[in-house]
């Protein structure tokens, strides 16, 4: 077998999380433990993981957190961790609650003086991002969006290739989110997780846009360094009674003159998790399939399609940092999403050395990602509303 | 080698076929020869093939065609064949010129009693494609218009899955049809077949989305029987100079509440002829694409993926029907074409034998899907000039 | 569309061919027929296409062979045609019956100073093929046989990249070649095509590794150069009372050093025609799909795997020249089928105006390749009756 | 996203691992640790790394090991974990060494009561093979060898189509395994990993074949049951001055009749890590690839090919266990090896809590399949010098 190198810096200790949120039934929540831990760099020491004491208890026992760390509640945890000295206090914590508590339990932490890592979309609507923008600022604090598709390699790969002038001048992006897993009432069934996102009052604004979408619209602007400056968007509800969008389309301007299309739906039957982007630029093309994410696909303009894969010398630093083990022995998913935790709590440890962390620990998506991501939701339903107006969608910093 | 049936009808004759565009440096001239002759059953007998009479004949005698039915134009074409005796008379002609011409070309011998078969766009606005219906009911006389694509025996079988139920009510259809060859101004270099379809005197007023937006949409009216009832479009042109559309991203409202993106571009670095249709209904999905054009993608909403494959006992009748090679030997984009030719010469053949044509021989896309694409076009190109507004677009015969 | 030019040279007539073998039910008849006049420059013009007069003329008629010309048995054709003056003689016959007939029509043809196209494998044995080789030295006629695969572009591009060396001194050859319509006793059935394959004294002593086996021989020695200097062969007859193989493993070693191993099998459930080849050199690899031709796998030892596009500028003159329509449009295994025909005949032309073929119309499989498939047939059946001792099976010219 | 459901069983804590090998610069020793701690039920807490006790200790302090835990050697380790009270001593140690080191560490271990996890091949020779079979039937530990590769869930779900019958009696299996890292000598730049592997005193005497070659027997033994009855082999030596062969060929003949071919090779240039096994049976057919393993493809006799995904409701119980988040987030290479930890700790824990390991813990490679997997590598070794003779090759417990 082929070597790969353990590029972890080693850290005096194992950095201490708290989770709140990600309890027993919660697919989420094993993902975040399985990435926060996957290159034992960090320990799990303590939760708050359910929605009522007791079983927020129960669900901290089945993954070995201690009982004493076992809190009730969130404001339990935030109370006493505080109170703990520095030897001992949580070095972040990682809230995957339904989204309409991320607001009121991120910025509890921030202001508190805790590292966060939050689940997106990040919060419920601009004015509540605008403000935690500013409480992070204020504190000083990591906060991380796990927009976890951006944390794949080829996907910095791509977004290499565009920097370094390989596509040329961006024309048009094609964006493609398709899952089936809402084709039918699932909410109606007590699916935990179909019902929070079906409630408006749990899941704000967006459905598919929401969840998906939002997905959709960082790897965009992730990939391309697009902005874009225009949305024409068609909302669609297809189950009888759902009181959010399950499909939506939307064109895209962007402010350079390039074109774009995005569709994320949640009805297309038997779809799994079918993420894809494609930049067409003057000198080049892209492809990239979230389903089969050790490769990417590249056009140069002259020449064969060039098919790079994960762990090969030819690619960038950020997607060779991005990389756990050799070519061929597939990644997924969880290292993916491991690599914004890998990058988040980096900057930390940088932050902790009192050091300044490197671009390449940098690479997260930060408060700013999030508030693009709420404004660009926002901004969707308002066209779709407006019976598909051409609406500005500029983000600025609040 | 396994056994592949020749399931065609032999007839006492070989049908008797005038070309007119489609000479020299023509790429369509020879897909249109080798589809009408594929099977043995059409011989090419005249021609007036290129704009000039001097280059028409010199290519006439490149092809083959006897010196006296060498034709300078197509008016001498028609005026002589139409004086010869009906056993050595033309049975059609195909049309392959710039699309300015297949009005009054097609018009002429439509009214003269001859079968025609012609390129899509099959004319330049409804009301030329009105009036041709008109004249194809007064004549009597077999049109097939060559959108080819839905010659494939594949789709043929996805239009089948969709017509038995096998999909449910169909609620979303993503199309995408790219390509790169026009990310220059390739019509600046002469390149003959770039110039005239950049020239909205000799094009009509669609470039990308009349090219093969409409291929895209006789697609997705053949596959799901659906009808588009408004679209909103964002129609651009890229290169500076250019005159007509080469990017075109449309959403798309159908009569039975689905929805729809098309995507139509010929800016797409490094992509040939990238054709794909995705439905998705409340039962099953399907996935074609035109590049890989012997399997068919069918997601049932139980159990798993599955790839259907061209030449299987499983298929449709009509999917077998225009199959002509055992599975597993790749058949491509000329037998799809020849699939056209094989049910309108059929269709003719019944005429010519007196009897009514079946229902399979009849399946070709005849005036009115003609008309159809050419309506299709003017709605995206209004919608798109009026600052992508919701356009009702659903077509009636005139 | 894209343009495609058709590079066809002019000539100042169709050459004329008949054919022996290929009637009624016959898929390969349909795929000759098809294939040598794709591009128009081929006429059939006589026959004798099934094993009984009757049946001959009937499907002479069907295929619309003049009466006059459909001949009841091959001897009758070589009668009458001999008996022509040049300008209305037959310039060539493709063969097509079962194989022990390759044997004595080709022979008497040749002699009569026809060129002739023979399906594979060329006769039933070296002594066949060897005595063969000689009449057609001595003849001075062009005789090729149908090893279609070689035919496509792509593979035209693999042997120019090893011929250029970009893959290096190769170390490692697999050939894959799969079917599965010989998993039941489908002789039995009547089968017509599997009634003949499965008779010795029709087929010859070779089932799978003669059908198939011998195409991927062909295939290994075309792209890669090699001779094979030892062989070690397993063949398996696995349905009861069946007399040829069905299933062939066999272990190679090249003259140069090279190792490979080729896998022939007709009982592989549900596999359709699966004909791979994957070549390992010390500076490149290269994969290329029969049932996906379009394209070409090509491995640098560094940088990125590239994936090759049939219609591609950056592909070598003999792939252009195998090219009819452009990239993205797929071609299948009737054009790569027309290619054989093609070279074979721009031959035929050079001949008959006198001049010499070129090195890009010379390349098609000729009498000694047909003579070193026989061969390799013989090889593989003797070792494996030794109990897959190693053979020594380097061809030499008889 | 879709829902997961975590099914782990809550134990009363987590399993305390030791790991001997592994260290700095270990690829390997990576996967273990994340493969072992992926689901938070197991805590490396000791560890013998590296091969100088200085180094050792270096390599636990960077991945987090307890100073007084971190020992130089594996006799330190095993003399003080032994002399540990049962509450805090090792459960189970993982050995990772260079092979030659598997026998005496396994067996010491072993017979200290320890349970043992081993990296393949599992020993040097049957002798070592046998006896350490009777160390661990005498001491009564579980003992598992990282086979991981059968650890993913749609190798899984191809044994169950096989047990149930849905292929039928199986004919043929084609089994590839390719590499490209050895293509030059590697070995020779001190690259370590390269470099035992090079040298017979540590690696055995298998280079390819007992590298990678002994996955692809016990894929094959997995999947189908089969047992082999003889072997054909041919291994070579590409590269001058390597001592091992590189590239390894084998038929295969198996009790039932069935015929194999067998291809390892670690001179394909550019493969990373392709293994893919093709079993074809009289009533279906099946193909895995390790490159994509979230999918299967099924091949039944009747109807379409079908393409079985990971998370999918209908795959069989041993592959849903094996599954870790849903449908459409990939899984990879780390989560195989995940699965074979999961069920030989689970059997670890039944046993420790003194109940009966149910047999979907007991789905794991055990010391037979090691043992079988070192009698393969032998007599493919014996087979190969004795110039390729059938050699007899069905394995019994010693």
Known sequence: ????????????????????????????????????TLDGSVELVAGALSSTPERSRRSAQEVYIPEQR????????????????????????????????HYPIAKAFVEAGFHVILDKPMVLNSEEANDLARAVE????VLAVTYNYTGYPLVKQARHLVKTGQVGEIRKVVLEYSQGWLRTKLEDTGHKQAVWRADPSQAGIGGAI???GSHAEHMVSTVTGLEIEELCADLTTFLPGRLLDDDANVLLHFTNGARGILTASQICTRQENNLSI???????????????????????????????????SYLCEAAKRATHIPAGHPEGFVEAFANIYRNATDTMRARLRGIEPTELELDFPDVYAGARGVFFIEKVVESSKSGSKWTPAQWKRG
């Open 1 to 36: 077998m082929a070597s790969g190198k353990d590029e972890t810096q080693p850290f005096e200790r194992r950095l201490r999380m708290g989770m709140i949120g990600g309890g027993r039934d919660s697919f989420i929540g094993a993902v975040h433990r399985q990435a926060a």
């Open 70 to 101: 076992a809190y009730g509640t969130w404001e339990e945890m935030l109370e006493h961790e505080s109170a703990l000295p520095p030897a001992e206090r949580l070095d972040f914590v990682s809230i995957l609650t339904p989204n309409y508590l």
């Open 138 to 141: 204020e504190a000083g604090v």
């Open 210 to 212: 929401g969840d998906i």
């Open 278 to 312: 494609h930049v067409w630029g003057s000198e080049g093309g892209l492809e990239w399939y979230q389903e089969h994410p050790n490769h990417l696909r590249f056009y140069p303009a002259d020449g064969p399609l060039q098919v790079m894969s994960r762990g090969s």
